[in-house]
């Protein structure tokens, strides 16, 4: 479950973390009200579940209170990466000396958490990790041990801090790691931690990720929230609904399949040929025509998908009902881009010649077919 960052900071507050003075608002007059309590300038920040708000233009200054229900009113209106902006975040403008990088999260190659910090955090954290990843220092922390105050002094240290800011920053790692024992946490990260003009450390920021297996241990907390842990776009809800495993990804070639295991070989396929899938769907088992339909629609509601791979073993489906469903999408208009498909298993020859006759590409081999799409996603791209 992701946590909106006023969620978050409601944590952290309980664990005596310091963050900026301010509040909630879901209209531009509550913003106002907000403003005015804290007194002073402020930043205003779309509540979304979603980092990147700075680039995305939702995180603005203002002076006055009246620029800030100005601002609450815009960023209100927004769409941020593909979501609705339900809340904005007012809270006091800090004078910034210093962003800070810190988060922890898990690295399951080690079996151990990880904690992450920076002395240059900010908004291009990913870029940093790119270019200089000398710049950012990890430690890993055994679950059964715990993380330790001493290594939480050697973590600051490492970072570059030096006297009394050893122990300041010290005492904020080891806060985020009790937050992150108490409430099973998976990713966590402050971005930026800021070391204010007037010496203080605040979180600016905050990410805050619960493991769902663990929600069951956390029902106070999701009943003081007041609403469902989880948190959907509507392509996601109607595959919930329709019972298929949904993920979106960032590039443009929606993958559609029977079974995780081929799913995941055919994004594997697709990136090996050098494309970038955009969805994993699959469509479990028993796939019929109608089924097939409806995954095509939900995978094209995403407006990053520029092509369609179809990839199924047919056992208990039928390729001739995959087939129907394809052409049944087609025939409504719901296939807007280039589609290809490879089939094997149960009435092969039949739905084959189903497609062929509509003049959709149909291939034999999974490899042949990635190929072939990443080349029609390329041409559309
Ligand atoms: P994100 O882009 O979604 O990670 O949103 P952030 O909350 O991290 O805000 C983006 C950027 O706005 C930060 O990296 C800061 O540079 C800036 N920012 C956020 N809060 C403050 C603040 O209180 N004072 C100042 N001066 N800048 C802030
Ligand atoms: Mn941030």
Redesign the pocket.
């Known amino acids: 479950m992701k946590l909106f960052e006023h969620e978050a900071k409601e944590i952290f507050r309980t664990f005596k973390m310091p963050t900026?003075p301010g509040g909630f608002a879901k209209t531009s007059a509550e913003a106002k009200k907000r403003a005015i309590e804290v007194g002073k300038p402020v930043?205003v920040?779309a509540l979304v579940l979603s980092?990147?708000?700075?680039?995305a233009g939702?995180?603005k200054?203002a002076d006055t209170p009246e620029e800030a229900e100005k601002f609450a009113e815009e960023i209100l209106a927004m769409r941020i990466n593909d979501l609705p902006v339900e809340a904005v975040l007012i809270?006091?403008?800090?004078?910034?000396q210093q962003?800070i990088y810190a988060g922890i999260t898990i690295d399951r190659n080690e079996r151990k958490y990880v904690v992450i910090g920076s002395a240059a955090g900010?908004?291009s954290i990913e870029e940093l990790a790119e270019e200089s990843p000398e710049k950012i220092v990890k430690m890993h922390v055994d679950p059964s041990l715990g993380f330790q105050a001493y290594e939480a002094r050697e973590m600051a240290i490492a970072m570059g801090f030096k006297g009394k800011q050893i122990n300041q920053l010290g005492s904020f790692f080891l806060k985020l790691w009790n937050i992150v024992d108490a409430f099973d946490v998976e990713l966590t990260e402050i971005?930026?931690l800021?070391l204010a003009k007037d010496g203080r450390f605040l979180a600016?920021?905050a990410r805050l990720n619960i493991d769902d297996n663990s929600l069951y241990r956390h029902k106070d907390f999701i009943e003081k929230i007041k609403r469902e842990p989880v948190e959907q776009n509507e392509r996601e809800r109607l595959a919930t609904e329709n019972d298929m495993a949904y993920v979106e990804l960032d590039g443009n070639i929606a993958c559609i399949c029977n079974g995780a295991g081929l799913t995941m070989a055919t994004l594997d396929a697709v990136s090996v040929y050098g494309g970038k899938a955009s969805t994993f769907l699959d469509l479990g088992g028993g796939a019929d025509a109608e089924r097939v339909e409806r995954g095509i629609e939900i995978a094209m509601m995403y407006s990053n998908v520029k092509a369609i791979l179809v990839n199924i073993m047919a056992g208990i489906t039928r390729c001739d009902d995959v087939a129907k469903g394809i052409l049944s999408a087609r025939d409504d208009g719901d296939i807007k881009v280039p589609l290809v498909i490879r089939m094997v298993g149960t009435n092969e020859e039949e739905g084959q010649e189903l497609l062929t006759k509509a003049g959709i590409p149909f291939l034999k081999t999974m490899e042949d077919a990635a190929s072939k799409i990443v080349e029609l996603a390329k041409e559309v791209a």
Not at 91 to 96: Q, R, T, V
């Open positions: 900026p930043v920040k980092g990147k708000r700075g680039k939702g995180v200054f809270e006091e403008k800090l004078d910034i962003e900010g908004m971005n930026p800021i600016a920021d």
